[in-house]
């Protein structure tokens, strides 16, 4: 399905360029009637807008205002209203935090452009480069083959954040390339020499925090030039709880699975009081003792995988077993919603695979078959076929599924499930993470290596 939507157009949205008559004479058949009140055009403008994304999908809606503001000059004049823009940013592209450009035209025209990036494989590759000194081995109680393998990647506007098996988690400066820090979790009493593992990275332009299997949560600021000490925001008891085997949030609730002791699958915090606010749950109990034998060896079978997701009013997470949606917002850990493996899945889900945005969730299963859910109501968006032997390793942004097999790395669109294109770049035959947001796509190779592909547009 192609959908007429040039990063030109959008830069033509405040009424330059050409379009079609007939369609000019249509909008302008509705301005016949008389002179709308700016408001009104305005709320019609935001409504043409969200249809045709929907619809079409997110780049079909530039040239749908294009077209609008083209009817006569007193609509022309809505195309220079920040609120307008502000809220078709933040509906279309999901935009929630402080505005990062000079307006919030500027964010939208920037956003479009991106996505038309992502659309045509127009990307600049780099890899970032760290050096692990001799006395890092001092962390660890060997020197063994695994403990440096790269077990999470997470990403912020200006930053990514590896980590690793050994504990250690790097940050990068994504603009330069340049390696910032490394932070180890504080010294304690260790149950297997895995227990220090990374097992969930939250990473922002302010703060970084990250979670080992231990259950210990730590947290550091981020400034210009790198970051401040690192302090344990939390404490793990491995022995009541299992091990975090996963970990999640935003900026409001930290949210960890664990597996190990039945009925505690689930804690969650509120991030700013540091408070427990639920522990609960059966989603892990049948991989209990894969829990246990994730602190002493690592083995490509992924117990589970949480995310939060519908705008952070909802939480879905994943075994290979089952998919459950439960409530964050009304009635914490109300479940939603569920699916079981044996009435969707014949083979089981892939765990590796699985990821979700903010309306919906990326699911393969064994048979190669992807599926793009909403997590509403778990309702099939679209299904394409994953390719590739071995361990398949899936993120989904806010258009285009991303998804390791084979030595490949490829690109689907979510809107309709039609394959794009693979990545150019190959990165060996296994990949130990991956990562992609609205920009950057991120993976790290089984040697260490971690690459970076940027769509960003220059504007």
């Known amino acids: 399905m192609s959908t007429p939507s040039s990063s030109e157009e959008v830069e033509r949205v405040d009424g330059g360029g050409s379009s079609s008559s007939r369609r000019r004479m249509r909008l302008s058949s509705i301005n016949s009637y008389g002179v709308w009140p700016e408001p009104f055009v305005e709320a019609f403008a935001y409504k043409v807008a969200i249809d045709a994304a929907l619809n079409l999908g997110r780049l079909a809606a530039a040239q749908a205002l294009f077209h609008i503001f083209r009817v006569c000059s007193t609509w022309r004049a809505i195309s220079r ?21 000079h307006t919030w035209r500027d964010e939208y025209i920037y956003r479009h452009r991106t996505a038309a990036n992502f659309r045509r494989r127009r990307y600049a590759h780099t890899t970032l480069q760290y050096y692990i000194p001799p006395d890092d081995y001092d962390h660890n109680d060997n020197n063994s083959t695994g403990q440096h393998s790269c077990r999470r990647l997470s990403l912020s506007d200006h930053h990514l954040a590896a980590g690793f098996s050994d504990g250690a988690v790097r940050l990068f400066h994504l603009p330069s390339s340049r390696h910032l820090s490394t ?17 969930g990275i939250i990473l922002s332009d302010v703060s970084l925090v990250f979670a080992t299997l231990d259950g210990d949560i730590h947290a550091t600021v981020i400034n210009g030039g790198g970051a401040g000490p690192l302090r344990r925001a939390h404490m793990g008891d491995v022995v009541n709880d299992g091990a975090l085997v996963d970990f999640t949030g935003n900026n409001r609730w930290w949210v960890g699975l664990y597996a190990g002791v039945p009925g505690r699958a689930f804690h969650i915090w509120n991030n700013e009081t540091g408070e427990l606010v639920f522990i609960g749950g059966t989603l892990t109990d049948p991989e209990a003792l894969m829990g246990w034998h ?13 995310r939060i997701t519908n705008h952070g009013n909802a939480v879905i997470a994943c075994t290979s077993l089952r998919v459950i949606v439960f409530d964050l917002q009304n009635q914490v850990g109300l479940v939603l919603g569920e699916l079981q493996q044996q009435i969707v899945w ?13 309306d919906s969730a990326l699911i393969a299963d064994g048979r190669g078959t992807a599926t793009l859910r909403r997590v509403a109501d778990l309702t099939e968006i679209c299904r394409f076929t994953v390719r590739g032997g071995g361990l398949l390793l899936g993120c989904v942004n806010g258009g285009y599924g991303v998804v390791f097999g084979g030595g490949v790395i490829r690109v689907w669109e979510i809107e309709s499930g039609g394959y794009m294109y693979s990545f150019r770049e190959r990165i060996g035959e296994f990949c130990d993470a991956l990562v992609v947001d609205e920009r950057y796509v991120a993976a790290c190779s089984s040697s260490g290596v971690v690459h970076v592909w940027d769509f960003g547009a220059q504007i």
């Not at 609120?83 to 402080?98: A, C, S």
């Not at 014949?346 to 903010?358: E, K, L, M, Q």
């Open 81 to 101: 209203s920040e609120l307008l823009w502000q809220n078709l940013t933040q509906r279309i592209w999901n935009i929630n935090h402080l505005l990062l450009r």
């Open 183 to 199: 932070f180890y979790p504080q010294h304690r009493d260790r149950i297997g020499r895995f227990s220090r593992s990374v097992s």
């Open 294 to 306: 994730s602190l002493t060896e690592i083995t490509d079978d992924v117990i589970g995988r949480v």
């Open 346 to 358: 014949s083979r089981g889900i892939i765990v590796s695979s699985f990821d979700s945005n903010a």
